[in-house]
């Protein structure tokens, strides 16, 4: 099964949202650490945001703070987690594919750090026009 599965991506018109879902499983979202990063086209992958699950301890990256939200909910029996993020006043230089990550192991600070990852989603696209 596939671990993590975004959605809510789509094409938006500049100064709108979109919140963005991120489904895990609960052997890789219980006391983890997760974050949600973005590649727009001929660049590096950035983190924007990251997540410890256990505590819900939330760190953004300096040039997402402001418009970009992280929330994180559960099923009550604990199989269904999800991880969203809502980008709000959506701009042109938001398009890219947006990635859902979780790490492996616990470590005792999450980072939006690429290579910090072990599981990735297949990604959802958002395109924003001016």
């Known amino acids: 099964q596939v671990p993590l599965v975004e959605s809510g991506g789509g094409s938006v018109q500049a100064g709108g949202s979109l919140r963005l879902s991120c489904v895990a499983h609960a052997y890789i979202y219980r006391n983890k650490c997760m974050a949600w990063f973005r590649q727009a086209p001929g660049k590096e992958r950035e983190g924007i945001v990251s997540?410890?699950?256990?505590?819900?301890?939330?760190?953004?990256?300096?040039s997402f703070e402001g418009r970009f939200t992280i929330s994180h909910s559960s099923s009550h029996d604990l199989v269904t987690n999800t991880v969203s993020l809502e980008i709000t006043n959506l701009k042109p230089e938001d398009t890219a594919m947006y990635y859902c990550?979780?790490?492996?192991?616990?470590?005792?600070?999450?980072?939006?750090?690429?290579?910090?990852?072990?599981?990735w989603g297949q990604g959802t696209q958002v395109t924003v026009s001016s």
């Open positions: 997540l410890y699950t256990g505590s819900g301890t939330v760190a953004y990256a300096a």
């Open positions: 990550a979780a790490k492996a192991d616990w470590v005792p600070a999450c980072s939006t750090s690429r290579s910090d990852y072990d599981y």
